[in-house]
């Protein structure tokens, strides 16, 4: 098997068997926690993903960058540098968050032990996010495959026996946040050590001068996608409470697997992707690129056709008002899909300055939807401002690429075009045939079979 399909392999089996773990335990965790305590922790999380950006500094965005312009021998030297530059600023984050602890316990509505478990969980996810990043781009794809099936194992076993055996009935969700940062914070650990011994300690200010340009806009940017992914959250929680915050937290995590899928094949795509634009190969990657849209097409469609009947043997029926969601975030999705296209390649040009203001602006809209249609749409309210900026968000990339930036873009919108029509057509069929379930899963599987062909027919993903 060569390097690409050795690659993609267990970067595709590595979110297929972490979402097979979500999805065995949503049944668990939902009924277990119920709406409320649910969405609580949902909150909890997004909160965890919002620190774990900022900690960080985000200066694993620069390593597929720093591979282009740095010798591979230099590599492990800069690892070092910008992990330990990451874990400084993290203590002082921590330090901060410690003197200001009265006013973030009232701003976060968490108390002083879940905002504890908050920056230590925090501080491990980066590390993680790290450690991923960089065994992607030194293509081993079965260390991170390694590192993320053990961590979601620990977390998922040490939540249910917290949940089942210690926390009381009205506390339950501090189980699952207690379950959650104990294995991260140890496996953050345990990879800090690595990678560090792996550069012997290395602290070189000209691997930090490097990389601060190029993360510190993605440090906009990270903050930017969270808000956008998850300020839908937030605001339902303060403005129609946990009930509703629990269906559409659960939506949120259900659709995450085409999220992680997607974000397998980006991990997948974007290595060789740069192999190939460094050496001009610009028609190979055309014909890449069409089987990459054609592919991930299908999957989405597939998800779609399928979802309603998956959601209701996964969650209690208290959840299935979530159920008519799905359309809108499929699209969301696709079009977050389309939008790495161009943002792929203004990180390949370390104009990572646009690529935050692009998130920001699309997170300013999803706010000012929310804002408005919430009160009146409730969940569907947010849904549809999500999807809004998510196009909003792939249109702004392809015009900076396309006219602003000072380098050949070898893409255009009839390279995307036709996806964005087959998939829109094909979602909006699917919600019309939702009470067909027998017509949905027979196109589901024909296409499944198509999708399986094309791929065994060039015996490559892309």
Not at 154 to 183: E, Q, V
Not at 318 to 338: C, E, H, M, Q, T
Not at 344 to 351: A, Q, R, S
Not at 381 to 409: D, K, N, S
């Amino acid at each position: 098997m060569n390097l690409e399909n050795k690659t993609a392999v267990f970067n595709i089996l590595g979110p297929i068997i972490l979402n097979g773990i979500s999805f065995f335990t949503i049944p668990i965790f939902t009924r277990l926690l119920g709406p409320e305590q649910y969405g609580v922790v949902a909150v909890y999380t997004t909160w965890v993903g919002i620190f774990s950006i900022v900690f960080g500094l985000q200066v694993q965005g620069s390593i597929g960058t720093a591979m282009v312009y740095y010798k591979k021998k230099e590599m492990k030297s800069y690892l070092s540098s910008i992990l330990i530059m990451g874990l400084l600023f993290s203590l002082v984050c921590l330090a901060a968050g410690w003197i200001f602890s009265k006013q973030l316990v009232s701003w976060l509505l968490l108390d002083t032990t879940e905002l504890s478990l908050m920056g230590l969980q925090s501080v491990g996810a980066f590390v993680i996010a790290f450690s991923g990043i960089a065994f992607i781009f030194y293509k081993n794809a079965k260390r991170n495959f390694l590192v993320n099936v053990s961590t979601a194992l620990l977390t998922t076993a040490l939540s249910l026996l917290l949940i089942l055996c210690y926390f009381p009935s009205d506390k339950l969700y501090l189980g699952k946040m207690y379950g959650m940062a104990i294995p991260i914070t140890i496996m953050g650990a345990g990879l800090a050590v690595y990678f560090i011994k792996e550069g012997h300690g290395t602290f070189d200010f000209r691997y930090v001068k490097f990389c601060l340009p190029i993360c510190i806009p993605l440090v906009f940017h990270g903050l930017s996608q969270i808000i956008l992914g998850q300020s839908d959250r937030i605001m339902l929680q303060h403005m129609v409470g946990n009930g509703p915050t629990g269906v559409y937290s659960f939506i949120i995590t259900f659709s995450g697997v085409l999220m992680a899928i997607y974000g397998a094949l980006n991990n997948t795509w974007v290595p060789f992707y740069y192999d190939d634009l460094k050496a001009g190969a610009l028609e190979k990657i055309s014909a890449r690129t069409r089987n990459y849209i054609f592919i991930y097409t299908i999957m989405v469609i597939v998800f779609a056709l399928w979802s309603p009947e998956v959601i209701k043997i996964f969650a209690p029926s208290s959840f299935w008002g979530a159920i008519d969601l799905i359309p809108l975030f499929v699209l969301g999705n696709y079009f977050n899909f389309l939008y790495s296209f161009p943002v792929n390649f203004e990180f390949f040009h370390k104009t990572t300055y646009t690529i935050a203001i692009g998130t920001i602006c699309a997170a300013v809209v999803n706010i000012g939807a929310n804002y408005l249609l919430i009160p009146y749409l409730g969940m569907w309210g947010a849904a549809l401002g999500t999807l809004l900026a998510h196009v909003l968000l792939f249109v702004f990339h392809e015009i900076i690429a396309t006219f602003v930036l000072p380098f050949r873009y070898h893409y255009s919108m009839k390279d995307f075009l036709p996806g964005i029509l087959v998939a829109s057509g094909a979602v909006i069929l699917a919600a019309c045939l939702k009470n067909f379930i027998i017509i949905r899963w027979i196109i589901g599987a024909v296409l499944s079979g198509i999708w399986c062909y094309s791929i065994y027919r060039r015996k490559s993903l892309f």
